[in-house]
């Protein structure tokens, strides 16, 4: 029996076990549920490049964690006549590419599955102390922020992280936040009500998280924040993903891709 | 007659022409307005190690752009129970420092006060096209994205700045949007509409304004992006205001207030 896009889809809602948010971005952006698969690409973002690659690797289902718009939400109104966002839609279009948004769903496997990707990348499974909805709680020995930051670059493959404490503050429970969890919402209580020495982050406002650590290494206490980037805390989720689908269908070629970094630093 | 804190934020509402927002964030967060001013401070963020200069330079006014609490809208629930945000306020208390927080009101007025400082900082006030509510428009003479993250870094004293594109893109068409303004909603349009090579911005959520560039860049566009940070976009504005009110009352002392650089680049 043929592989079709609906099953694929079928097989990624299986692992779900928290309820899903009323208004799921999650969403068949381009093609049809009964199209048959001739190969499965999965990336954090539907990118120009990725979607080359995926053209050109064969593949007719793309899995991407996050939307076409440049918007979480998927409100495209103020693209409708950008030559950039056209170009993206008409090369979409004209290779009949299927795009499977698959955001909230991941993030509600038993354990979420881009925080458990991320977790694995870095070798980091055995120190897990807690997986909660938002984040993850480890405990780990003793690290400095200067090596541990070293660890996160090597394994991701990112130039750069942004630091906010001290190099040698020493590290034993860490709070993982990926993608935009890095605000103050979801970040600043790791610190203050789990007692948290370092948080490592996607990304988030400025204003929140960042100079909550800044105030409080400034009043003499011992903790840390890494800012990885939304990519680089997000993509080993989606690269895992694609080991998961290539051994439920050994037949067809499926791939991770990833983007460059996003961004020089210069 | 002694100068009142009443009497400094009538000064600062005075060149306000944009209407103010229904419920704005602008407030005299501690203290009271019938308060005689010995000495007045300003900053972008009040952060632990600038409320600490305010009381030693003897001010019992600051005038923050930002809030105390982390986030932007000021709701500081979270916080209740929170050692760092407690010892901060406990601080505050005990030196008497009134706390005002100008962040509205200085973006209404006639041009953007954050705007113009960041431009005059830049010394590009000759270059300017247009100024609008949200971003600045400015017609430079064609440098590079290199070159002008050199100038930005000399001029605003950062080690680092984020870019994408290729860093010999000639600029002439030039978007200015402080803050957090970097979001796509603001930013994307520059570049669409307004047919900007370069947008300078503060910062903004990595998955809009960065990957819609990195998509044109791909298309074969000459377009680029320079994220500056938050802080370093506005607080030129906050310097220029400190000037201001100095020489409104040349017998109050007046300062502005730097915090180090929020990141270390690792």
Request: proline share 5%; glycine share 10%; aromatic share 6%.
């Amino acid at each position: 029996m043929k592989l079709t896009i609906r099953k694929v889809l079928k097989r990624l809602q299986e692992p779900i076990t928290a309820e899903m948010p009323d208004s799921t971005v999650d969403k068949l952006i381009t093609g049809e549920p009964d199209t048959i698969v001739t190969g499965i690409a999965t990336a954090f973002m539907p990118s120009q490049s990725v979607i080359e690659q995926a053209i050109a690797m064969g593949a007719n289902l793309l899995i991407a964690h996050e939307g076409l718009d440049y918007s979480h939400a998927g409100s495209a109104a103020d693209l409708a006549a950008d030559s950039v966002y056209l170009a993206k839609r008409r090369l979409i279009e004209q290779s009949g590419l299927a795009i499977y948004r698959f955001h909230d769903g991941i993030h509600r496997y038993r354990i979420d599955g881009i925080t458990l990707g991320l977790i694995r990348t870095l070798g980091w499974e055995a120190y897990v102390s807690e997986h909660r909805a938002a984040a993850s709680l480890l405990t780990l020995p003793r690290w400095t922020v200067r090596n541990i930051a070293k660890h996160l670059k090597q394994r991701l493959h990112v130039p750069f992280v942004r630091v906010v404490g001290d190099l040698d503050t020493l590290c034993e429970c860490v709070g993982i936040a990926v993608g935009y969890r890095g605000g103050g919402a979801t970040a600043i209580p790791l610190f203050g009500a789990d007692g948290a020495d370092l948080v490592i982050a996607g990304e988030g406002p400025e204003w929140e998280t960042p100079e909550y650590v800044r105030d409080a290494v400034r009043q003499g206490k011992h903790q840390a924040l890494i800012l990885l980037g939304h990519a680089a805390s997000e993509e080993p989720g989606m690269a895992e993903l694609a080991l998961t689908l290539q051994a439920c269908w050994p037949g067809v070629p499926v791939r991770f891709l990833k983007d460059a970094p996003l961004f020089q630093w210069v």
